[in-house]
């Protein structure tokens, strides 16, 4: 089946301007996570989300990062004012279940360039 | 939080060669992942092991939850086995180490 899918693959955007990050999970899969990988580190999570709700939302780095996920599926980054050190690749991923046994499974990120 | 620390961070190996990456954390966990992240940036599952020892191939992986440490075991390595290999721990939230880069020369 279908995987977790991200989407743009990438985006380039201006200082200052807004964007949205859209991620798609894996059918049935109730949890859904972002992260951010900056280049040559690991990865930092933003923020974790069961079923609607944002149990987690303790990585997100400022209050210009915000996500929601409606219907229980699809889910936006938003991402306001933008600056330079934002840019890096957002990552995605869904699980099954949201409790701590649960497989996670990655989609392909968005590439986020701020000039 | 937990820290999570991989060992060695950079590793060099001629083809044909075995290697073992190891993954320390610092707490009781629920469960386990590693991942491998390709030169396209793709995270691909490899293990999901909160304990015991699992095989896929040439790849294994063991964890020891009361030790507190994992490791991932290549053997007979090949140049598509390069890219970063990454562990992430499950403790309320996924944790992740700072990965090992892995670098196959034919």
């Known amino acids: 089946g279908a995987g977790v899918s991200q989407s743009p693959s990438n985006k380039v955007t201006e200082k200052g301007k807004d964007v949205e990050l859209r991620c798609d999970p894996i059918?049935?899969?109730?949890?859904l996570y972002w992260y951010r990988q900056s280049l040559g580190q690991g990865l930092e999570f933003l923020i974790y989300f069961q079923g609607n709700s944002a149990p987690d939302k303790s990585g997100l780095p400022s209050d210009r990062f915000s996500a929601e996920r409606t219907g229980g599926s699809v889910s936006t980054l938003t991402i306001q004012r933008t600056q330079q050190e934002d840019s890096a690749v957002y990552l995605c991923?869904?699980?099954?279940?949201?409790?701590?046994?649960?497989?996670?499974?990655f989609g392909p990120g968005t590439r986020l360039t701020v000039l | 939080g937990i820290q999570v620390e991989q060992s060695p961070p950079d590793l060099i190996l001629q083809e044909g060669a075995n290697s073992t990456l190891r993954c320390n954390f610092s707490?009781?966990?629920?469960?386990l992942q590693w991942f491998h992240q390709n030169p396209w940036g793709q995270l691909i599952n490899l293990f999901y092991?909160?304990?015991g020892t699992k095989q896929n191939g040439r790849l294994s992986a063991t964890t020891v939850a009361t030790e507190r440490y994992s490791f991932l075991y290549i053997s007979s390595s090949q140049t598509t086995d390069s890219g970063v290999y990454f562990c992430a721990v499950n403790f309320n939230k996924f944790y992740f180490g700072s990965g090992t880069k892995l670098n196959v020369k034919p």
């Open positions: 092991i909160p304990s």
């Open positions: 991923a869904s699980s099954l279940g949201g409790g701590a046994n649960n497989e996670q499974f």
């Open positions: 059918s049935g899969h109730t949890a």
């Open positions: 707490d009781s966990v629920n469960n």
